[in-house]
C-alpha cells in the first residue's frame, strides 16, 4: 500500500507543474533589458606627456687604488731583511727588501775568472801579431832588392800575420762576451733589492726574514711578497645600467658619498668608458678618477654614485600606475573611442612618479591611470580625465 500512495503522490506533482506551464504559455520568465546590455566600464585615465629626462640616479659602486702591484722577486733567493710593513709608505725605487742567493757569488766569481782568461789570450794574440807583423814588414821591404828574401817567406810571414789577426778579433770578441756574463750576474745580483714600483702604501706583507721567494710561477712563490698601492688617485668603478650609458657625460664631474664621511659629497671625473656592457648584469663599467692627495679615502670602500642621467631629446612619460603586466607582457592602456587597447611598451628611467614607455605611442594619447589586466583589450570604457602627474626633474 505504500508504494501505491507514492506513486499516486508523484501523480499529483507532475500534473501540477504541467498545468502551471500551460498556463505561462510554454515560455521563459522575462529577462530584463539591462542584464543583456553591454556594460561600460568608467576609469580614471590621464594624457600621455613628453618631455626631456633630467635626474639623478644613486648607483652603488666601489673605490679601487689607481696603481695595484703584487711585487715578486725577479730571481730566487732567501729574505735577507724586509724593510716594510702593512701601512708602510713608500717611494717608487725606494729599497722594501734585501735577498740573498749564494749560488750568485759563484757564478759571478767564474764569469770574473772567464773575463781574465779571455783578456790574458788576447794579450798574448796582440803580441804574437805584434811580432809577426814586424817581420812581415822587414821581409817585405827586403824583398824591394831582387834576390835577397825568397817570395816564399814573404808569402808564408804575410799568412802568419794575419792569422794572428784573426787570433786577436777572436780574443777581442771572448772579452766582450766574458764582460756582457759578468754584467748579467752583476744585473741579477741587482734583482736582489727589491724596490718599490710607484709611490704608494703597502696594504699586505706576507714574507719575513729567512723566507725563500721567487719570480711568479718559480720556487717560493706561491705568494706575493707584499702589495702596493696607490692612495693618492684612486679610480672610482661605476656600473652604469644600459639603459643610462646613452648619457654618459665623459669628462663630466660626477659627486659621489662614503659611509665613513656621513652629510659629506665627494666628485670625481669620467675618465674611462669600457663602452661593453656586461651580459649578467646588464651594466657597463665607466671609471671616475679623483685625487686623494689627503688619504682619507680608502680602496675598497662602497660609495653612492649621484649619477647624472639625461636624454636628447625628449621622451613619453606616464604615470608609474599606468604600467601593467602579465607573465607575457608590458603594456599601458590606451583608450581610442570609447575602446580599451593593451599597447606593448618598454619602460625606462622612473622620475618621481613618472615612468619613461617606448612603445607605439604619441605624445597626448589617453591611457587608464591604474593599468591591470582585468580590462580586456575591445573591451568598452569610459575616461574620466584626471590632472596629470607632475614633470619630474
Avoid at 164 to 189: H, M, R, W, Y
Wanted: hydrophobic share 40%.
Amino acid at each position: 500500500m505504500s508504494h501505491v500512495k507514492a506513486l499516486l503522490l508523484l501523480c499529483v506533482f507532475v500534473s501540477f507543474f504541467a498545468c502551471a506551464s500551460c498556463n505561462s504559455g510554454g515560455h521563459p520568465a522575462p529577462v530584463s533589458a539591462s542584464a543583456n546590455a553591454a556594460q561600460t566600464s568608467s576609469v580614471d585615465a590621464v594624457k600621455i606627456i613628453s618631455q626631456t629626462l633630467k635626474i639623478t640616479v644613486h648607483l652603488p659602486s666601489e673605490l679601487q687604488p689607481y696603481e695595484i702591484v703584487e711585487v715578486y722577486p725577479k730571481v730566487t733567493g732567501f729574505v735577507k731583511l724586509i724593510k716594510v710593513d702593512r701601512g708602510s709608505r713608500v717611494k717608487a725605487g725606494e729599497l722594501m727588501a734585501q735577498l740573498e742567493a749564494p749560488e750568485l757569488i759563484a757564478q759571478r766569481a767564474e764569469a770574473q775568472a772567464k773575463l781574465q782568461g779571455a783578456e790574458s789570450q788576447l794579450i798574448a794574440a796582440e803580441a804574437k801579431l805584434a811580432s809577426d807583423q814586424s817581420t812581415y814588414d822587414k821581409l817585405k821591404t827586403a824583398a824591394v832588392t831582387p834576390g835577397v828574401v825568397a817570395k816564399n817567406d814573404l808569402v808564408v810571414a804575410e799568412k802568419l800575420a794575419q792569422a794572428d789577426a784573426a787570433q786577436v778579433k777572436a780574443g777581442q770578441d771572448n772579452v766582450s762576451a766574458a764582460k756582457q756574463s759578468l754584467q748579467s750576474i752583476s744585473e741579477i745580483e741587482g734583482y736582489l733589492q727589491v724596490r718599490a714600483p710607484f709611490d704608494g702604501v703597502v696594504t699586505e706583507r706576507n714574507v719575513h726574514p729567512g723566507a725563500l721567494v721567487g719570480p711568479a710561477g718559480g720556487p717560493g712563490a706561491s705568494i706575493p711578497m707584499v702589495k702596493v698601492e696607490t692612495l693618492s688617485r684612486l679610480r672610482l668603478v661605476v656600473p652604469v645600467p644600459e639603459n643610462y650609458v646613452s648619457s654618459i657625460p665623459k669628462g663630466t664631474k660626477v659627486s659621489f658619498t662614503v659611509p665613513a664621511y656621513p652629510g659629506q659629497t665627494f666628485t670625481g671625473t669620467v675618465a674611462r668608458i669600457s663602452h661593453a656592457v656586461d651580459e649578467k648584469t646588464r651594466t657597463m663599467p665607466v671609471e671616475l678618477d679623483l685625487m686623494n692627495s689627503s688619504g682619507r679615502l680608502d680602496p675598497g670602500t662602497f660609495t653612492d654614485v649621484l649619477w647624472p642621467v639625461e636624454r636628447p631629446k625628449p621622451t613619453l612619460f606616464v604615470p608609474s600606475s599606468a604600467v601593467a603586466s602579465t607573465l607575457e607582457r608590458i603594456f599601458v592602456i590606451r583608450i581610442n573611442n570609447g575602446v580599451a587597447e593593451w599597447i606593448d611598451v618598454k619602460t625606462g628611467a622612473t622620475s618621481r612618479n613618472l615612468t619613461e614607455v617606448f612603445g607605439d605611442l604619441q605624445d597626448g594619447d589617453t591611457v587608464v591611470l591604474h593599468g591591470t589586466d582585468e580590462i580586456r583589450p575591445g573591451s568598452s570604457v569610459t575616461a574620466r580625465l584626471v590632472s596629470p602627474e607632475p614633470k619630474g626633474s
